[in-house]
């Protein structure tokens, strides 16, 4: 594959993000937005809205990377049920912080995503779920809402046409399982974040069992360039099968951390030395994780590599969320698979006994091999519980816990079986600044007294 | 949440950085039981007799249910049942707005407790206990408890892998608490938290509603001390 050129790259989905008015609707519209949103409800009626969107080859930029216009597809043309279109803006994937710059600084193409993706399926009722701790981008998007409906871009008559679209905001309250779609669903339901058995899928039965779209924030940001610029355009734009614009977000052992608005398919060491500044401190690269802290580890030996979907999975990762963590040599791969793995188990529902037990056994056993007090054959039991995770269970988090402790542990398995041989040589902290709160296990003074006063009396 | 409890990441099994880097365990010890505590919780809702274990109320994540005698029951002021009716207006289900209307229990009532339970219950014609139940399922609320100021620590892996551990460290010693604990004078909580979305400024603490980001200890301290 010829190297994608990311350095004459223009951005597209971030163009305004870094402008102080970028999240105002009249700088929105004086920049061409709504414009997108204005040929979908004019020029297109839905069915050719889908087509146009197939023909684009755009891929769901949540996580599954799936065609976007298929998803659209499944959603019943005939039904006497209310239809509905729900965002994910439920971010939480460790590693990724792209949608948080939409729904922030640039909340009206979003809006805009929403009211051509809408009127694709036929849905007049959409919300946006966003999770509980972005309170910023929940403020930010209300002011927006407002404005689109004060302006004509939501309400009755969106755009002046027939079309009717209410927009609402849904705030989470802090748990990861609500990104997974059908959990997400559960939740705006004003239940327990549970997923759901898949079939029946959302498109025909999802929120209040009525048909139903869950898009990501960026998938739904790129639709309006699509409409403006045309498929050939997007498709031009790094691989076939899987092309257009992509945030990256880069984060841990790199100089200059941050999203970047890349073409698809850039390798990704051109991405961490370039772009993110390359290894902080002048240090070696150990390790990435590509894609979300749900994605297979790759080696500094294996990161030569185009960030695109097809190109990822071909090296048995994936793209994901597109988090890309950076890991440089000091890091400890034992310490550092045991707090992803503390994520899964604090994150999973429950509900499946695969996940539920096997997170918590994976946290229990990485932990104790950390700690110094693990078996040299641990390291295959872990891999077997891993091997008993995966596609066993309603949804994928329990996929997405077996995945990094599998990568991890047979790519750097050495470095575990060092740890176990070393026993207890692991290196306790400092002492907290300030002394102690307390002493545990310390015997007070009284205490000593009366165990002294025991021994000589011969108890 | 049935492996964890909903409440935040637990003290000695959250990640450990040092050096910035080289992550390494948690020097605070095994388990919310083994830690005995500096101080009350400003309202114990145990009662005065109660051993003072502050970890419990928090990260549990019941509101005080056992202490009827010294709770009043809640009402909804006029204006957060106007926003509560507009709510309803917004779902086709109105057992579909019980997230935001316990949003805006939180914010009449400061937090979320038992009373408060049974308020949102009553309002929206639910049982108590549904209402429980989904409260519990979801950690971000603000729990009877909570100190003024709710630290919240992401001790994620890109927040870990860049020095979240010595954040942690920094604020047990400063205010003299550990993860789950809430110092004697209720003006701060700690929690450490998972992935708050922000790793590009790594380590970041949410206080409230705010994201501080790019911290160090100073940068910390600086904050902190400037809090009303």
Known sequence: MPAVDYKTFEKVLLAHADHPDSASIDYYIGHGGYEGARKALTEHDPAGLIDLVKASNLRGRGGAGFPCGLKWSFVPKVTSKPKYLVVNADESEPGTFKDRIILERDPHQLIEGIIIAAHAIGSNTAY??????????YRVMEKAIAEAYARGMLGDKVLGTDFRLDLTMHRGAGAYICGEETGLLSSLEGKRGLPKIKPPFPAVEGLFRCPTVVNNVETLANLPHILVRGTDWFRSIGPEKGPGPKLLCVSGHVEKPGTFEVPMGIN????????????????????????????????????????????????????????????????????????????????????CTPCREGTGWLEKIVGRIRDGRGRMEDLDLCLEICDMMVGKTICVLSDAAAFPCESIIRKFRPEFEERIRKGSGFTRPEPRPGGPLVQIGAISAHNQEKLAEASAHGH | MSGAPPGNTEGSRGPGVRDGNVLTPSDAPEGPGAMSVVGTA??????????????????????????????????????????????????????????????????????????AILCVAKEMGLSPGHVLGVFTFYTHYRRAGDGKYVLQVCSTISCALR??????????????????????????????????????????????????EGLTTEKLDAILDSLP
Request: glycine share 12%; proline share 8%; aromatic share 6%.
């Open chain 1, 128 to 137: 946006c779920y966003i999770r509980g701790e972005f309170v910023k981008g």
């Open chain 1, 268 to 351: 990704l060491l051109d991405l961490v030395n370039d772009l993110a500044g390359g290894i902080w401190k002048g240090r070696k690269l150990k390790a990435i994780i590509p894609g979300g802290s749900s994605a297979k580890v790759l080696t500094a030996a294996e990161c030569d590599v185009g960030m695109d979907f097809d190109s990822l999975a071909a090296k048995g990762t994936m793209l994901g969320s597109g988090g890309v963590i950076v890991m440089d040599e000091t890091t400890d791969m034992v310490d550092a698979l045991y707090n992803i793995l503390r994520f899964y188990h604090h994150e999973s529902c429950g509900q």
């Open chain 2, 42 to 115: 400003p309202a114990d809702p145990r009662g005065p007799g109660s051993t003072a274990r502050t970890t419990d109320a928090p990260q549990g994540g019941l509101p005080p249910s056992g202490a009827p005698a010294a709770a009043p029951p809640r009402e909804f002021s006029p204006e957060a049942r106007k926003r509560i009716d507009w709510l309803y207006t917004r779902y086709p289900l109105k057992e579909a707005a019980l997230l935001p209307v316990l949003r805006v229990a939180e914010e009449e009532f400061g937090a979320i407790d038992g009373p």
């Open chain 2, 163 to 212: 020095g979240a551990r010595d954040i942690v460290h920094h604020i047990e010693g400063r205010c003299r608490i550990g993860p789950g604990q809430t110092t004697p004078d209720g003006r701060f909580t700690l929690k450490k938290v998972e992935c708050l979305a922000s790793c590009d400024t790594a380590p970041v603490v949410q206080i409230n509603d705010d994201y501080h």
